[in-house]
C-alpha cells in the first residue's frame, strides 16, 4: 500500500523525455539559445533555459502540434492553414527554416532514446515523413524575400 503515485511518475518521464529533446537541440545548436526570448530577457546558457517554466511550455506546444498532425494524418490540410500560419509567426522571431530540421533531428534523438529497440527503420521512417508534413505546411508561410534566400 506504499505504491508511488503512477500520475507523479507519468508526469516525471514526460519531462525526462521532452529535456532530452531540448538539450539535444541545443547541442545540436546552440545559436538557437538567442530565440528564446522571455519578456525580453535572454537566457545565459542552455541550462537557464532548460529550466525555464516558458520554454518547457514552447515544448508541450511543439508537442501538442505534432499530435494534433498525426490526428489529422489522414487530413492535414485541414491544418495547412494553422500550420502556415504558424510558420510566418516562427519567421517573425528569427527562426531560419533550417533550424527545423534540426528540431527534427532532436525528436528522432528523443523518439530513439525514448522507445529503444521499438523504434524501427519502420517507425522511424513514419516519424520523419511526419514531422516532414508539418515543417513543409509551417513554410508555406514563409516569406522567402525576408529570409533572403
Ligand atoms: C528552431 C526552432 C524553434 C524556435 C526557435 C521557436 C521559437 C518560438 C518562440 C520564440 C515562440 C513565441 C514564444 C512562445 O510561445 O514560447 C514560439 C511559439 C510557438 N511555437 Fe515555436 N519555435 C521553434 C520550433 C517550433 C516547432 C517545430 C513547432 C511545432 C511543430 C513550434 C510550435 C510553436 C507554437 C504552437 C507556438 C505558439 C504560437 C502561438 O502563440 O500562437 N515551434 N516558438
Redesign the pocket.
Known sequence: SHLPDPCLLHQSVKRLAFLSLCCRLFELDPG?LP??QYNCRQFSNAQECLSSP?FL??IR??M???DAAVTHLENLPSLEEYLSN?GK??QG?G?KLD??S??GESLLFMLEKCLGTAFSPDVREAWTRLYGA?VKAMSRGWDVRKEGK
Do not use: W
Open positions: 538557437l530565440l528564446f516558458e511550455d514552447h506546444k511543439v501538442l502540434v505534432i504558424l509567426k516562427h522571431v527562426v533550424s527545423f534540426v528540431v508539418v
